[in-house]
């Protein structure tokens, strides 16, 4: 089985040791580095083969979205879950922005982490309840036209489920409906806002505050 290789940035040793047992305890997962700094976590990047980094937004004078730009300017292609103990709306419709994999509360069981972690590995997006209140609620304060055809209520309900992480079978077993009629609303969802893969619908529909307007 190829395991999904693992880069955790964090700065309390005591979290990192925890959720290090927790993913080599997962047969497909494999925990390849940690470390605290920013400057750690880039030199392994440059040594190792990493698919997923695990990082924290508050690094104390530093934050995550300092080390993906670094990343990615050293063209690390992997997956991005930030697990974190709060972020503010504005960082959080930030991280979208920045093509992130998903936010992860760290006060969730580690079960859902483990789901989450497979998720965006998958090239999911994983958010939870409060993330999604928190970003369509900083997006719908911006005043910038939305020139997008509006969505049906179906649209918007499927929609839902993509912003949840469910796959096309769950969100069709949440609405009575066959997978074959979710795909078809997935895509007219992709035709309405220009883009091919689930990870950009849900980050497009975050920035304008598309889709869940009531």
Same mark, same amino acid.
């Given at each position: 089985?190829?395991?999904?290789?693992?880069?955790?940035?964090?700065?309390?040793?005591?979290?990192?040791?925890?959720?290090?047992?927790?993913?080599?305890?997962?047969?497909?997962?494999?925990?390849?580095?940690?470390?605290?700094?920013?400057?750690?976590?880039?030199?392994? +990047?440059?040594?190792?083969?990493?698919?997923?980094?695990?990082?924290?937004?508050?690094?104390?004078? !530093?934050?995550?979205?300092?080390?993906?730009?670094?990343?990615?300017?050293?063209?690390?292609?992997?997956?991005?879950?930030?697990?974190?103990?709060?972020?503010?709306?504005?960082?959080?419709?930030?991280?979208?922005?920045?093509?992130?994999?998903?936010?992860?509360?760290?006060?969730?069981?580690?079960?859902?982490?483990?789901?989450?972690?497979?998720?965006?590995?998958?090239?999911?997006?994983?958010?939870? !309840?409060?993330?999604?209140?928190?970003?369509?609620?900083?997006? !719908?304060?911006?005043?910038?036209?939305?020139?997008?055809?509006?969505?049906?209520?179906?649209?918007?309900?499927? +929609? !839902?489920?993509?912003?949840?992480?469910?796959?096309?079978?769950?969100?069709? &077993?949440? +609405?009575?409906?066959?997978?074959?009629?979710?795909?078809?609303?997935?895509?007219?969802?992709?035709?309405?806002?220009?883009?091919?893969?689930?990870?950009?619908?849900?980050?497009? &529909?975050?920035?304008?505050?598309?889709?869940?307007?009531?």
């Amino acid at each position: 089985m190829d395991k999904t290789r693992i880069l955790l940035l964090d700065d309390h040793a005591l979290f990192r040791a925890g959720l290090s047992r927790l993913v080599e305890s997962e047969p497909d997962l494999e925990m390849t580095a940690h470390c605290a700094t920013l400057g750690e976590a880039t030199d392994i +990047l440059r040594r190792k083969a990493i698919d997923l980094v695990l990082l924290d937004y508050d690094l104390g004078k !530093q934050n995550g979205f300092e080390f993906i730009a670094r990343a990615r300017e050293m063209g690390f292609a992997g997956r991005f879950l930030i697990v974190t103990a709060g972020m503010s709306d504005a960082e959080s419709v930030q991280a979208v922005r920045l093509g992130v994999g998903g936010i992860f509360p760290k006060h969730s069981s580690p079960a859902l982490l483990v789901q989450a972690i497979r998720k965006v590995t998958a090239g999911e997006t994983w958010l939870d !309840q409060s993330s999604i209140r928190a970003l369509v609620e900083a997006t !719908q304060r911006r005043e910038a036209p939305d020139l997008r055809k509006p969505f049906t209520e179906r649209e918007q309900q499927v +929609l !839902q489920g993509v912003f949840e992480g469910l796959s096309n079978k769950e969100i069709g &077993a949440r +609405l009575d409906i066959s997978e074959s009629s979710v795909k078809a609303a997935l895509q007219q969802l992709f035709q309405k806002t220009g883009v091919r893969t689930r990870s950009q619908l849900v980050r497009i &529909a975050l920035e304008e505050g598309i889709g869940r307007r009531k």
